[in-house]
């Protein structure tokens, strides 16, 4: 099974700073038909996820600019321009390219 | 709107059963997956387990296997998760989750409380 790891687990950033959240996969996320399904997702506390990034790097409808996904292979990257006060939470890596899915551990960002 | 919409979470002993339920809301389920994925208090996201729409094939994290079951009503427009022998490990908001396009897991119920204890 595939297994993501993320790094750093803890993020803490000033106002209007930006962030980058990595994840490295255990193997090549490439799949048959050509795409990377690798996603990225906001949990807000309290909150269901919330899908931000797909295909690591088309946004889905509705995200801010401000958020950005990069990245091939095994190594992937979630960028914020600048961080805005309704941004903390954690996020989450996740590949769809392999059965079973998996997630990555979570990155939480937080306000300094 | 299109949602998932979760129902039957609740407060079980250890080895009893309970079933969730996944239903569709402004869609149906026809093409793609459902997902379930859990939480544990304070932890991260577990997958559990998927369902392909096209296919009905299954696929159940090692955790659950052999206790946990998907199955579907389509006249029901939903989705169910059965879970048998449950434990107090298995403590954890549950959300199921669709793929809108393939792999991207994009659309999520509001996710339901399953609490395992004596």
């Known amino acids: 099974d595939v297994v993501l790891t993320q790094s750093p687990l803890s993020l803490p950033v000033t106002l209007g700073q930006p962030a980058s959240i990595s994840c490295r996969s255990s193997?090549?996320?490439?799949?048959?038909?050509?795409?990377?399904?690798l996603n990225w997702f906001q949990q807000r506390p309290g909150q269901s996820p919330r899908l931000l990034i797909y295909?690591?790097?088309d946004r889905d409808s509705g995200v801010p600019d401000r958020f950005s996904g990069s990245g091939s292979g095994t190594d992937f990257t979630l960028k914020i321009s600048g961080v805005e006060a309704e941004d903390v939470g954690v996020y989450y890596c996740?590949?769809?390219?392999?059965?079973?899915?998996?997630f990555g551990q979570g990155t939480k960002l937080e306000i300094k | 709107e299109v949602q998932l919409v979760m129902s039957g979470g609740d407060l079980v002993q250890p080895g009893r059963s309970l079933r969730l339920s996944c239903a569709a809301s402004?869609?149906?389920?026809?093409?793609?997956?459902v997902h379930w994925v859990r939480q544990a208090p304070g932890k991260g996201l577990e997958w559990i387990s998927s369902?392909?729409?096209?296919?009905?094939?299954?696929a159940y994290a090692d955790s659950v296997k052999g206790r946990f079951a998907v199955s579907r009503d389509n006249a029901a427009k939903s989705l169910y998760l059965q879970m048998n022998s449950l434990r107090p490990e298995d403590t954890a908001i549950y959300y199921c989750?669709?793929?809108?396009?393939?792999?991207?897991?994009?659309?999520w119920g509001q996710g339901t409380l399953v609490t395992v204890s004596s």
């Open positions: 402004g869609f149906t389920f026809q093409t793609h997956a």
């Open positions: 193997q090549s996320l490439l799949s048959g038909d050509g795409n990377i399904y």
């Open positions: 295909k690591v790097s």
């Open positions: 989750g669709k793929d809108i396009n393939p792999g991207d897991l994009g659309l």
């Open positions: 369902f392909m729409l096209d296919n009905t094939n299954v």
């Open positions: 996740m590949q769809g390219t392999h059965w079973p899915y998996a």
